[in-house]
Nanobody
Framework: QVQLAESGGGLVQAGGSLRLSCAAS????????IGWFRQAPGEEREFVAA????????LYADSVKGRFTISRDNAKITVPLQMNSLKPEDTAIYYC?????????????????WGQGTQVTVSS
């Protein structure tokens, strides 16, 4: 059974940092990529960052490039998302997901399993 669980969300002031984590079950190893997405109220879910399971490639949305870093922890089977220089427009529910696509993808339809999400709120 594929299970994903996000954690680390919270309330932070603009300019601050948060570190999200996606804990994955061992079944997720059969997938090629893991991604982070976010959804603000009244908005569509949007791509944030993705990484291959072997960690050799990453992909970022232009809006977070240079501020967010995705990585993977093989020992703990987690995928952290370090978020620095946070802005009020980063406020959203953040989700992690896994996909079988042979290449990193920004399209939500390319991801097969999703976690429940964690709330990030950035105050101005």
């Amino acid at each position: 059974q594929v299970q994903l669980a996000e954690s680390g969300g919270g309330l932070v002031q603009a300019g601050g940092s948060l570190r999200l984590s996606c804990a994955a079950s061992r079944r997720t190893w059969s997938y090629n990529n893991i991604g982070w997405f976010r959804q603000a109220p009244g908005e569509e879910r949007e791509f944030v960052a993705a990484i291959t399971w072997n960690g050799d490639r990453t992909l970022y949305a232009d809006s977070v490039k240079g501020r967010f870093t995705i990585s993977r922890d093989n020992a703990k089977i987690t995928v952290p998302l370090q978020m620095n220089s946070l802005k009020p427009e980063d406020t959203a529910i953040y989700y992690c997901a896994v996909g079988l696509s042979p290449r990193l993808d920004r399209d939500t339809s390319k991801y097969d399993h999703w976690g429940q999400g964690t709330q990030v709120t950035v105050s101005s």
